[in-house]
């Protein structure tokens, strides 16, 4: 079994795999392809339930989702990402949101969306037993204020960064995923941390790569340019289905061998 201690000390080392999944059978498969860390990012907004951000995304659906994944996944660390306004507004409030993650849905850590208001919230979910994951570059939770834009093209907004990934690992995160950022920031912010960084559309050289799961098998119809899709399940459902509908529309399904006659019953009156 992966743990988030195992994942602290990988820096440098071997690429570390991290995926999302929002459902039980998804992790199960994710899980057995060996992925380090299963992420049930609020990305199921977009990913799973239908929203066009992640905005909507509630405390009870990553806390329901979580618990699916986390009982479909015996080796991988599963990380909870907290939605918008869970953390923040109030440190009791933040740490209870947290604590539910690990203590009713089996998560084995958190994930932050980060700015100067989380680092003394994960100075304290560590102090009191909740591993954090930092998220720092683009963070969709700010798409009201920054769009889905590249960040930290300036040298300013790249300092900020470097300056807040240092802060979180300072403050006890094990490790941070950096978003949408120039590989040449992502590289720096790599070198200077002892914790791993993990990188989506952050270049080759953070110490990990994380993808949503529905852009890796193809399920949906957007993937980011930063993204790779590696298969088409697409279509593959969309191949089943049809030829479900056609079964039953031509007659061919159900065939005898997925029916089952009793006998005497066939003198009701
Ligand atoms: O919600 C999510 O899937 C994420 C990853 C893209 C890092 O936050
Ligand atoms: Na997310």
Redesign the pocket.
């Known amino acids: 079994m992966t743990t988030v201690r195992a994942i602290e000390t990988m820096a440098g080392d071997d690429p570390i795999t ?1 995926l ?1 999944a929002y459902d039980a059978p998804t992790a199960a498969l994710v899980d057995a392809a060996g992925v380090d860390l299963i ?1 049930v ?4 907004g977009n ?1 799973a339930l239908g929203y066009d951000s ?1 905005l909507p995304v509630t405390v009870e659906e990553v806390r329901s989702r979580t618990a699916a994944v986390a009982r479909a996944t015996s080796d991988a660390v599963v990380v909870a ?1 907290m939605p918008f306004l869970s953390v923040g507004v109030d440190e009791a409030q933040s740490i209870d949101h947290c604590g539910r993650m690990l203590k009713e849905a089996d998560a084995d850590a958190v ?1 932050l ?1 980060c700015g100067p208001h989380t680092v003394e919230l994960t100075k304290r979910l560590v102090e009191l037993g909740v591993p954090v994951m930092a ?1 720092l570059g683009l963070t ?1 939770q700010q798409v009201k204020q920054t769009g889905y834009l590249r960040q930290g093209t300036s040298k300013a907004e790249a300092q900020e960064i470097l300056d807040l990934a240092r802060a979180h690992e300072e403050a006890g995160a094990f490790s941070v ?1 950096l ?1 949408h950022v120039p590989a040449n920031l992502a590289a720096q912010v790599t070198e200077e941390l002892a914790i791993p960084t ?1 990188g ?1 559309g952050a270049g080759p050289d953070c110490d990990g790569q ?3 799961v529905n852009d890796v098998v193809g399920l949906g119809d957007s993937v980011p340019p930063f993204a790779k899709q590696f298969g088409d399940v697409q279509s593959a459902m969309m191949e089943a289905i049809g030829s479900y509908v056609e079964a039953v529309e031509s007659g061919t399904f159900p065939a005898e061998e997925h029916s089952h006659v009793e006998p005497d019953l066939d003198e009701l009156y």
């Open positions: 991290m999302t992420l990012g609020d990305s199921m990913a992640t990402d994930k969306e998220h969709p995923v978003e993990v989506i994380v993808l949503v």
